[in-house]
């Protein structure tokens, strides 16, 4: 007996694709993320011209692809996240705990070399995992919004991890995670943005080529829609949030790495920067679209901003000031967008037009 893959209904989708008779630069001009990828290129323009040769070193853009290389990873499970049309507060506080606890755990172990380090990552991701766990069965199962529910486990993971360590960050991390980061370099670059990377092509590759991801898909574009032709929509919103916490777990360990220490007051933004670049990207907070390209440009744009504000010696507190003014920006043009494609959605629906007209 076999089984087959249900087939996805979009006819009940909110957003009707018009541009599949369109030529092909065309259709990629109509994409958000190739629009802000002109406006990181505009912004590196700039600082290039303002900033000289200091932006353009090599030193400058290793430090731009470490501050990105956590980002990144987060980055991956929040895509899948608001494709979903949902939100997930606490990938900053579960990044905080899972750093906490797999630091504790080493810090007990006593050694310094990898077999510490692997036990490391291993309750890392596992703790970061049980978190989203629970986040994605209270989202699914329990029907409390995505957005109370990650509130709460916002406050109470950085709660947990404060309770654990009394407010102290911890400072025993293993010789061996350090030391990769620091040591092994790849054109002059750390090794951290390099795990980011792999990390971003498998979920690009998950996302785009696999069942997972067009589920994921036509749970953001219709919810109801997606039950109706059998996928358990329940199941996989929480594999969806479970994902989302094993990639903070796996950045609380890229963090570890990076500056040897836990950073309890240090990831106080890291979910407005993550879900503020994925926005940005083009993927769309009313659910059923986004790429992890988009994402990754997205979070270019905060990193670039930073680190040329440093260099032409303008305040970085002018980078939220950037950040902010580009993120509404994209929601707008995110909502204009869908709100064209709905008007010319009901235009080329005769059954749509007909009720239209009877009115």
């Not at 290793?62 to 049309?85: D, K, P, R, Y």
């Not at 998950?206 to 219709?222: D, M, P, W």
């Amino acid at each position: 007996m076999t089984t087959t893959e249900p087939e996805i209904d979009r006819s009940e989708s909110p957003v009707v694709d018009h541009h599949s008779g369109e030529p092909l630069l065309k259709r990629l001009g109509s994409l958000q993320s190739v629009w802000i990828l002109g406006v990181l290129v505009v912004i590196v323009v700039f600082f290039t011209i303002t900033g000289g040769s200091k932006f353009l070193s090599a030193s400058n853009f290793s430090l731009i692809s470490q501050n990105i290389a956590v980002w990144a990873v987060i980055g991956v499970g929040m895509t899948f996240v608001i494709i979903t049309s949902g939100i997930d507060l606490s990938v900053g506080s579960v990044l905080v705990f899972s750093s906490v606890v797999a630091a504790k755990v080493m810090e007990a172990m006593g050694g310094d070399g990898w077999g510490t380090a692997l036990v490391g990552l291993l309750v890392a991701l596992v703790v970061g995992m049980a978190w989203g766990t629970l986040n994605g069965f209270l989202v699914a199962k329990a029907k409390v919004p995505a957005l109370i529910v990650t509130l709460g486990s916002l406050s109470v993971a950085l709660g947990l991890a404060q309770v654990i360590t009394g407010g102290v960050d911890i400072r025993s991390v293993p010789e061996a995670l350090t030391d990769f980061n620091t040591y092994i370099k790849i054109v002059g670059i750390p090794a951290l943005p390099f795990v980011a990377l792999v990390t971003v092509i498998i979920g690009g590759i998950v996302l785009h080529k696999t069942k997972f991801g067009r589920y994921t898909y036509a749970i953001g574009s219709n919810e109801l829609g997606a039950r109706r032709v059998g996928i358990k929509v329940d199941r996989h919103l929480i594999m969806i949030y479970a994902l989302s916490g094993l990639m903070a777990g796996f950045g609380a360990v890229l963090s570890l790495a990076q500056f040897g220490t836990t950073t309890i007051a240090g990831q106080s933004l890291t979910n407005l920067n993550v879900i503020a670049a994925v926005v940005i990207g083009g993927t769309s907070i009313f659910g059923g679209e986004g790429s992890i390209f988009g994402t990754v440009v997205g979070l270019f744009i905060p990193a670039v901003l930073q680190a040329g504000f440093v260099i032409i010696g303008v305040e970085s507190f002018w980078q939220g000031v950037a950040v902010g003014t580009v993120l509404v920006a994209a929601v707008y043009v995110d909502q204009s967008r869908r709100a064209a494609a709905l008007r010319g959605s009901k235009h080329r629906n005769p059954l749509l037009a007909l009720f239209t007209t009877n009115k």
